[in-house]
């Protein structure tokens, strides 16, 4: 057996109505900044109740497009170290200046403390990222925290769409949020980013920087460059978006069935979200008991068992070359994170799971943590 750890989903009736939707835009010679991209666009807000909605061509553009407005020459942002690369890396492009945070070990997200004994005269803003789709549980008291200090908060949501606390999306709870449509994300574009904001000057903004700087009459009035979305990326998106809650509630019935199975089992601990949270489950991380090499545990899983598996973020962030050489950060900077992650496993999480193939998959889990102890 071949488990993957993710995989795009597309039902058959999907991929006609998008095969239509296709053939409509390429007959109407519109194919990018068209009506199928406002659609994508006031769909994505209706869905998500944010007042706007602007599309980007990936969620490292969303992150671009949106830093840039906050003239980040000279100034700190503090980002998770458990992210993906653009996170930090967007700050970079905006000219500003990453400062790595800690995380909470039971949530694998930004831990508030540490973002606050980081705050310096020099810091702008914050990004809090919904690591594997939990919405960061101390998110209500981070945005207090950002408003009385007045700095911006961005909640890179890539991980998040869908998620929800006390019944709010992802995305909204921040100045800004950022969203990813790549092809392993709970819903694609193929490729493709969403950013949702509620101030009007910002939508106008990120519309003009996505579009090389260009006003709607096409006056250069900022610098930008290009950040658009194509129409078919919106086709594809707008039809995965019409199956979001199936997507939603496919993944939560695979964390049951996960946790049923291993919730039991002392090598590890699998991770449940607050009452008050859906989660969207991009990722199913697990971590297991320090000592056990998990990148062994990967290898027999794959090997024996056909299971891929993954990391969610390891190494984090400050250990990547690129950072250790240009900001200087180094082996320790952030214990709970370095400690943590290298135990962390991601478990295959898609919408074509079965309950007999999660059941394989934790078993072999099961198998291969007793092979390598
Ligand atoms: C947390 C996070 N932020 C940003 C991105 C960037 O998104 P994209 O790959 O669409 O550029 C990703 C992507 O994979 C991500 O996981």
């Known amino acids: 057996m071949k488990v993957s750890s993710s995989f795009p989903y597309f039902s058959k009736d999907s991929i006609n109505a998008i095969l239509a939707d296709m053939s409509q835009m390429l007959n109407s010679g519109q194919l990018t900044d068209g009506p199928f991209s406002e659609e994508f666009e006031r769909k994505f807000a209706a869905y998500t109740k944010a007042k706007y909605a602007v599309a980007v061509s990936s969620g490292s553009a969303a992150l671009d497009v949106a830093l840039r407005h906050y003239r980040l020459a000279g100034k700190e942002v503090i980002v998770p170290t458990n992210t993906f690369v653009s996170t930090p890396n967007g700050v970079v492009f905006a000219g500003g200046i990453p400062v790595f945070a800690d995380m909470d070990p039971q949530t694998l997200c930004i831990d508030l403390e540490d973002v606050k004994r980081r705050v310096t005269s020099k810091t702008a803003g914050v990004i809090v990222v919904h690591i594997a789709g939990l919405i960061c549980p101390q998110l209500l008291e981070l945005r207090e925290f950002c408003r009385e200090q007045e700095l911006f908060l961005i ?3 890539a991980h998040a769409h869908g998620a929800t606390l006390d019944g709010q999306m992802a995305g909204t709870f921040g100045d800004v949020g950022c969203f990813s449509f790549y092809p392993t994300k709970v819903m694609t574009s193929c490729e493709g980013g969403m950013i949702l904001t509620a101030d009007e000057e910002f939508a106008l903004e990120a519309r003009c920087v996505r579009s090389c700087g260009q006003n709607a009459n096409r006056q250069m009035v900022m610098l930008g460059d290009n950040w658009r979305l194509s129409e078919q990326a919106a086709i594809v ?11 939603l509630a496919k993944r939560n019935q695979i964390a049951a069935w996960y946790g049923e199975v291993l919730g039991d089992v002392a090598e590890v601990s699998v991770l449940r979200p607050p009452p008050n949270i859906r989660h969207s489950y991009y990722k199913y991380p697990v971590v297991l008991t320090s000592g056990i090499d998990c990148q062994k545990v990967a290898e027999v899983l794959k090997r024996r068992f056909g299971v891929e598996s993954g990391h969610i973020y390891y190494p984090p962030c400050h250990l990547q070359p690129y950072y250790m ?3 200087g950060s180094c082996v320790g900077d952030l214990p709970i994170a370095e400690r943590v992650l290298k135990q962390v496993m991601c478990l295959p999480m898609h919408y074509l799971l079965t309950k007999q193939t999660v059941d394989y998959v ?3 889990l099961v198998s291969s943590i007793e092979a390598v102890v």
């Open 325 to 327: 050489e240009t900001f």
């Open 155 to 157: 909640e890179d949501s």
């Open 237 to 247: 998106g707008l039809h995965q978006l019409e199956h979001i809650e199936e997507f």
């Open 362 to 364: 934790s078993e072999a």
